[in-house]
C-alpha cells in the first residue's frame, strides 16, 4: 500500500470509467453533470496527489505505487509515479473539467456517447503516465487512440471520417515496431517492470534497433517531422474540446516515451541519433512556423505552431542536461495549457459564426473586450512572452541546446521569432481592425460559462510564468537522475569542443608562464 494508505492512482482511473459507464444510460443532461462530477473529482485528487508528494532530498524515486502480480499470466496491474508523471496527470486532470465545460452547449448529438468517450480517454491518459509495467503501459498508450478516433470521426467536422482514418492509422503504425521491441526486451531482460528496465544496460549493438522501433512510435505521437501530416487534419475536423485534449496531453505522450524510455533505457543510441532529433526539430521550427504564416484558418495555424513547439520539446530532450530537459518538461506543460486555450478561443466564435476562416473577422475588441484581452494573453503566452508559461520551458530548452550546439540553438530560436510573425498576425486580423461586417457585430462576448473555463487557465499560464519553481521542483531530481544516467553516452558539441579548446589554451598559457 501506498503511502496515503489506500489504492489513489487506481481511484483515479475507477472513476471516470465508473462515470463512462453511467453515461451511456441516462439523459443528455444528465450525461453532462456526470462527466462534470466524475472529471473534478480526478481533479482533487490530483490536487492530493500533488500535495502529499514526497519532494523532499533523498525521497523515493517511485511514489504512490500499486503491485498486482499474476493477472492473466504474466501480466502486471503496475502503478506508480515520479515527479515527471505527476505534473502530466496534473495537465490531464485539469484540462478534462474545462473539456466537458466547453462540449456542454456545442454537442447535442449522441451526449451521452461523447461524454463516456471523454470520460474513457481520461483513463487511459492517466494510466499512460502511471502505468510501471511495459505491457500496461503500451495497452493505455494505444487504446488512447480508440476515443480520440470517435470523437473525430463522429462529432467532427465535414472531412471527419478521413481525419480520424489518417489518425488512426498514422498513430498505429507507428507503434507496431515498438510492440516487438518491448517482446525483445522482456525477454533479454527477464522482467516487464519500467523501473528495473530504465536501469537495465542493454547490449549497445541492440539499444540502436530497439531505439528506432521506439521512435517510430513516438515520433508520430508528438508528431516530428516529416511525419506531423496528420496533426492538422485531425485538429481542423475535431470537435473543440477534442482539439484541447488532443494538443494538451496527447501530443505530450510522445515526449513522456522519450523520457521514460528512449533516454534511461537506450542512452547509447539516444547519443547516436541525438543528431538526427536535431535535424527533423530545426526543419519542423522553421518549415511549419513559414506555413503557419500563410494559414487562413485559425485551426490549421495553431495546429502547425503546436508542431513548431514541440519541436522545441525534442531538442531539449536531447540536449542530455538538466536544463534541457527541464526546459522540454515545461514547455510541454505550458504548450498543453497555451494551445487548449487557443483552441476554446477559436471555438468560441466558431460557435457564434461557423467559420474559422481568418478573413471573415475583424474588429472583435470593440463588440467581445473580455475576449480580446484574454485572446491577448495567450497570445503573448504562446510567443514566449516574459511572465507566461512558454517563456520559462523556451529559455531553459535553447539554453540547453546552446550546451551542445549554439547553430541548433540560433536555428530553433528563429522559431520563436517566426512564432510572434503568426500570432500577432492572426491576433490582428481577427481581434483588430474595423468592425463592417453585419454578423460580426452581432456577436455577444464572453458568457459567464466561457469565462469560468478561460480564467482558470489564464491564471495557470501566469502562475507557471511568475513563480515556475512550483511545476520544477516536483520533477528536478527524476530528471537530475535520466541526466546522470545519460552523462556517459552524451554526444559531443561544437559548445563542447570549444570549451575544451579554451580550456587547453588557458591550462597552456598558465604552464607556459610558469616555466618562464
Not at 598558465?510 to 616555466?515: K, V
Amino acid at each position: 500500500m501506498n503511502q496515503l494508505g489506500f489504492p489513489i492512482l487506481t481511484l483515479m482511473l475507477a472513476i471516470p470509467m465508473a462515470g463512462a459507464i453511467a453515461c451511456l444510460f441516462v439523459s443528455a443532461q444528465s450525461a453532462r453533470w456526470i462527466a462534470l462530477a466524475a472529471t473534478l473529482a480526478d481533479l482533487l485528487l490530483g490536487i492530493v496527489l500533488w500535495a502529499t508528494f514526497d519532494q523532499s532530498v533523498g525521497a523515493p524515486v517511485w511514489q504512490f505505487q500499486e503491485l498486482q502480480e499474476g493477472l492473466f499470466g504474466r501480466f502486471s496491474w503496475a502503478l506508480g509515479i515520479d515527479g515527471i508523471a505527476l505534473m502530466l496527470i496534473m495537465l490531464t486532470v485539469f484540462l478534462m473539467p474545462i473539456c466537458i465545460g466547453v462540449s456542454w452547449e456545442s454537442i447535442q448529438k449522441r451526449v451521452g456517447e461523447y461524454m463516456a468517450a471523454f470520460l474513457f480517454m481520461e483513463v487511459l491518459m492517466i494510466g499512460v503516465f502511471a502505468a510501471q509495467d511495459i505491457f500496461l503501459f503500451y495497452v493505455f498508450f494505444e487504446a488512447g487512440l480508440i476515443p480520440m478516433y470517435l470523437i473525430i470521426g463522429i462529432w467532427g467536422g465535414a472531412d471527419r471520417v478521413y481525419a480520424s482514418y489518417k489518425f488512426f492509422l498514422y498513430t498505429l503504425l507507428g507503434s507496431v515496431l515498438m510492440l516487438i521491441a518491448m517482446l525483445w526486451m522482456t525477454r533479454d531482460a527477464g522482467t516487464t517492470s519500467i523501473p528495473v528496465l530504465m536501469a537495465t544496460d542493454f547490449d549497445p549493438a541492440a539499444q540502436n534497433w530497439l531505439w528506432l522501433a521506439f521512435f517510430a512510435s513516438f515520433a508520430v505521437k508528438m508528431p516530428m517531422w516529416p511525419v506531423h501530416t496528420w496533426l492538422p487534419d485531425a485538429h481542423v475536423q475535431a470537435p473543440t474540446a477534442g482539439s484541447v485534449i488532443l494538443a494538451g496531453v496527447l501530443l505530450k505522450m510522445g515526449g513522456y516515451g522519450f523520457i521514460r524510455f528512449s533516454l534511461p533505457m537506450f542512452p547509447e543510441a539516444s547519443s547516436h541519433f541525438a543528431w538526427l532529433i536535431f535535424a527533423f526539430s530545426m526543419i519542423a521550427v522553421v518549415y511549419t512556423s513559414l506555413v503557419a504564416l500563410v494559414q487562413n484558418d485559425m485551426k490549421k495555424l495553431i495546429a502547425y505552431s503546436s508542431v513548431a513547439h514541440m519541436a522545441i520539446v525534442t531538442v531539449g530532450l536531447f540536449a542530455f542536461n538538466q536544463q534541457g530537459l527541464e526546459g522540454a518538461m515545461m514547455v510541454m506543460l505550458g504548450h498543453g495549457l497555451v494551445s487548449g486555450a487557443l483552441f476554446m478561443c477559436v471555438g468560441i466564435i466558431y460557435d457564434r459564426l461557423h467559420t474559422r476562416e481568418i478573413d471573415r473577422y475583424g474588429g472583435l475588441a470593440i463588440n467581445m473586450p473580455r475576449y480580446a484581452v484574454l485572446f491577448l494573453l495567450f497570445t503573448m503566452a504562446s510567443i514566449g512572452l516574459p511572465g507566461t508559461s512558454n517563456f520559462v520551458g523556451e529559455l531553459l530548452s535553447l539554453m540547453g541546446v546552446y550546451q551542445v550546439s549554439s547553430w541548433v540553438a540560433l536555428i530553433c530560436t528563429t522559431g520563436i521569432i517566426l512564432g510572434a510573425a503568426y500570432m500577432l498576425y492572426l491576433y490582428r486580423r481577427v481581434v483588430f481592425g474595423d468592425l463592417v461586417k453585419d454578423d460580426v457585430k452581432a456577436m455577444p462576448d464572453l458568457s459567464p460559462r466561457e469565462i469560468a473555463l478561460m480564467v482558470p487557465l489564464a491564471l495557470v499560464v501566469l502562475w507557471m510564468g511568475v513563480y515556475p519553481e512550483s511545476f520544477l521542483s516536483p520533477m528536478r531530481a527524476n530528471v537530475a537522475s535520466i541526466v546522470a544516467r545519460t552523462e556517459a553516452a552524451r554526444p559531443i558539441g561544437d559548445a563542447q569542443i570549444a570549451l575544451s579548446q579554451q580550456q587547453k589554451t588557458v591550462s597552456h598559457a598558465e604552464h607556459g608562464g610558469e616555466s618562464h
